[in-house]
């Protein structure tokens, strides 16, 4: 039997731990500079250690992560709990909820008022 390794590529870990749906996806984030470790951007061959929080930006959503362990392989969704803690505040899931409806709900300047569907497909949405 394998051990666990004490340390990984935190684009690795990332994966493993379901945060990105590929591997090229993570470290394309740590390259952008959307991923944070201590305060520090990550390179993606940076190693993942347990205890250390990591700051993930996806989208409007700033996630922080705990590392607990570092898994051998890509985990199943019932096993992410193991090896990482979510502290993202849910105050930040809100927060981008909020932004994305308001999104939707923007009209183009001089578009005018909107029409009978337009209406429709609002009370729709929100209702």
Same mark, same amino acid.
């Given at each position: ?7 990984? !590529? ?6 493993? &731990? +379901?945060?990105?749906?590929? +591997?090229?996806?993570?470290?394309? *984030?740590?390259?952008?500079?959307? &991923? ?9 061959? @940076?190693? *993942? !250690? /347990?205890?250390? &929080?990591? &700051?993930? +930006? %996806? ?14 392989? +890509? ?11 979510? %502290? ?6 809100? %927060?981008? !909820?909020?932004? =994305?409806? %308001? ?9 005018? =008022? /909107?029409?009978? !569907?337009? @209406? =429709?497909?609002?009370? =729709?949405?929100?209702?």
């Amino acid at each position: 039997m394998v051990p666990f390794p004490e340390a990984e !590529r935190i684009d690795k870990w990332l994966w493993a &731990v +379901r945060i990105f749906k590929t +591997r090229s996806q993570a470290t394309d *984030a740590c390259r952008a500079g959307s &991923v944070t470790v201590a305060g520090r951007p990550a390179k993606p061959s @940076r190693e *993942a !250690r /347990p205890g250390e &929080v990591v &700051v993930v +930006r %996806q989208g409007l959503i700033r996630r922080t992560l705990k590392v607990l362990a570092v898994p051998p392989a +890509r985990l199943g969704a019932k096993l992410v709990a193991h090896y990482c803690e979510d %502290q993202t505040p849910p105050a930040e899931f809100a %927060q981008a !909820r909020a932004q =994305r409806v %308001q999104q939707f709900l923007a009209r183009a300047k001089g578009s005018g =008022r /909107p029409t009978k !569907r337009d @209406r =429709r497909l609002l009370d =729709r949405f929100l209702g």
